[in-house]
């Protein structure tokens, strides 16, 4: 049974990328067997060579306040002309707001084919949702940036300096995150739950899915194949980039949920862009 409409995503999505040239759509996809169309959305910021941020949600389709803060999002960067107390639109953004339109609709973590997508990127052609999301990173990958080097040559390969997914727990009593990153790589999963704790609890249970937490952030160093082939994984091993899964618990409001996590995105850029791995 449906609680929720897609078609309410994809309108707000519309409105956006009406109404600024500087939103534009990445990647899309008709996903069968209801055709719902998927997006990847870019954002161009006036400085081209500014770093590039990737936000994700919506990959299990019973955790809607990631959706809903990546909506408001794009929001903000089509309306970047009002004053907005954190830059976003100096960044370049990549976006894909809502990856398994079934099971938002129907809020079940899983899609159409009962299939846990979130454990599907090992070999993500095998779904039309995961196949849709490597694409869309892969075409990034492919494009280059103009960078003149020392001796003024161009093409040096554009990055994604940081990833961003957006997630939800309903066994949580507080919020926490997974930190995948190289262990050169600076730590700053720390200051984020340091600015989330006045909006709301952090988790402080012990182990979290069989991996130690420590005070809401744990860390995956390297290649940690104990999680499965997540977006997370992939993100960290085939694009490179560091990735912070960022988790609410689903039983405080939906307000505060969003909330935390903008700010935990906000947070994430401000310190992560400072130290580039």
């Given amino acids: ?49 500014s770093p590039l941020i990737y936000v994700s949600a919506g990959i299990h389709g019973d955790e809607p306040a990631g959706v809903e803060c990546a909506l408001r999002l794009i929001e903000l960067l089509a309306d970047h002309d009002k004053h907005n107390p954190f830059p976003f639109n100096e960044y370049n953004w990549l976006i894909s707001p809502c990856d398994n339109p079934y099971g938002y609709e129907r809020d079940i973590r899983e899609n159409a084919a009962g ?72 730590p700053i999963g720390n200051v984020i ?40 994984r992939y993100l960290a091993e085939q694009v490179n980039t560091r990735c912070l899964i960022l988790e609410t618990p689903t039983q405080l409001d939906w307000e505060t949920r969003i909330a935390v996590h903008m700010i935990a995105i906000q947070t994430a850029v401000k310190y992560a862009l400072n130290h580039l791995c």
């Fill in 193 to 232: 739950v340091k600015n989330v704790v006045g909006l709301c609890s952090i988790n402080q249970d012990s182990l979290i899915e069989n991996h130690r937490n420590e005070n809401g952030v744990i860390t995956l160093l390297d290649k940690v194949t104990t999680k499965g082939w997540t977006r997370g």
């Fill in 115 to 186: 299939l846990d997508l979130n454990r599907m990127f090992e070999t993500p052609t095998l779904c039309p949702e995961t196949a849709f999301i490597a694409e869309a990173l892969q075409r990034k990958q492919s494009v280059r940036v103009e960078k003149f080097n020392s001796n003024n040559t161009i093409g040096e390969k554009a990055a994604i300096e940081l990833a961003l997914d957006l997630h939800e727990d309903c066994d949580s009593n507080g919020f926490y995150l997974w930190e995948r990153r190289t262990s050169q790589c600076f």
């Fill in 1 to 49: 049974m449906k609680v929720r409409n897609y078609a309410d995503v994809t309108d707000r999505i519309l409105e956006a990328l009406r109404k600024s040239e500087h939103l534009t759509v990445w990647h899309q996809a008709s996903i069968a067997p209801s055709s719902y169309p998927l997006y990847c959305l870019r954002w161009t910021a006036q400085q081209k060579s």
